[in-house]
């Protein structure tokens, strides 16, 4: 059964960093495209960001509210897809989900309150 | 691309039918052909869970009374006979342009 499970959800203050972790199995994530998304009760449903397949330079695209605070990453050794959230603020406050880049498979999420 | 969904709240008898329209701010259709026009359900509680992609293709699993159709700008997703177990919140999004846009989302309850 192909399933994504995140981790590493929390409450952190305002201008702080939090690792969030997507765990793959039942699939072989080093040939897929990745997706990052996010959901407030006051945006709705809102993509963060992508990370293509190594064979195609491994490369990240990030939306305009996230770009240079957010990094994607993957560890395709380990199965595993992170996204760094570096000085965060409280409109960050979210479920975060890990998504396949064709959004047939979604995590259950995890979510991230920033506040102090 | 702006996705604008409506109605944003359907209530519904159970039995009859539902339809939501959504409509984008660009053309979806893409360079290769395609038109990138997803339909995802949230029940309550629940992470989305994609029902349509490419306007009218049903996924594995998804009962044929859902249905997508649609080109250009204007798409529908319609529920021929409404069944207690499709309450949540259906959303629209398109992944033609980058980056992908999703709609604010169509509450559908039982009256």
């Known amino acids: 059964e192909v399933q994504l499970v995140e981790s590493g959800g929390g409450l952190v203050d305002p201008g702080g960093s939090l690792r969030l972790s997507c765990a793959a199995s039942?699939?072989?994530?080093?040939?897929?495209?990745m997706i990052w998304v996010r959901q407030t009760p006051g945006r709705g449903l809102e993509l963060v960001g992508r990370?293509?397949?190594?064979?195609?330079?491994?490369?990240?695209d990030y939306t305009a509210p996230v770009q240079g605070r957010f990094t994607i990453s993957r560890d395709d050794s380990k199965n595993t897809l992170y996204l760094q959230m570096n000085s965060l603020k409280t409109e960050d406050t979210a479920v975060y989900y890990c998504?396949?880049?064709?959004?047939?498979?979604w995590g259950k999420g995890t979510t991230v309150t920033v506040s102090s | 691309v702006v996705m604008t969904q409506s109605p944003l709240s359907l209530p519904v008898t159970l039995g009859q039918p539902a339809s939501i329209s959504c409509r984008s701010s660009?053309?979806?259709?893409?360079?290769?052909?395609?038109?990138?026009l997803n339909w995802f359900q949230q029940r309550p509680g629940q992470s989305p869970r994609r029902l349509i992609y490419?306007?009218?293709n049903r996924d594995s699993g998804v009962p044929d009374r859902f249905s997508g159709s649609g080109s250009g700008t204007a798409f529908t997703l319609e529920i021929s006979r409404v069944e207690a177990e499709d309450v949540g919140v259906y959303y629209c999004?398109?992944?033609?342009?980058?980056?992908?846009?999703f709609g604010q989302g169509t509450k559908v309850e039982i009256k």
């Open positions: 999004m398109q992944r033609t342009h980058w980056p992908r846009t």
């Open positions: 998504v396949t880049h064709l959004m047939d498979v």
């Open positions: 660009q053309s979806l259709v893409n360079s290769d052909g395609n038109t990138y």
């Open positions: 039942g699939f072989t994530l080093s040939n897929a495209w």
């Open positions: 490419k306007v009218s």
């Open positions: 990370i293509k397949r190594k064979t195609e330079g491994g490369t990240t």
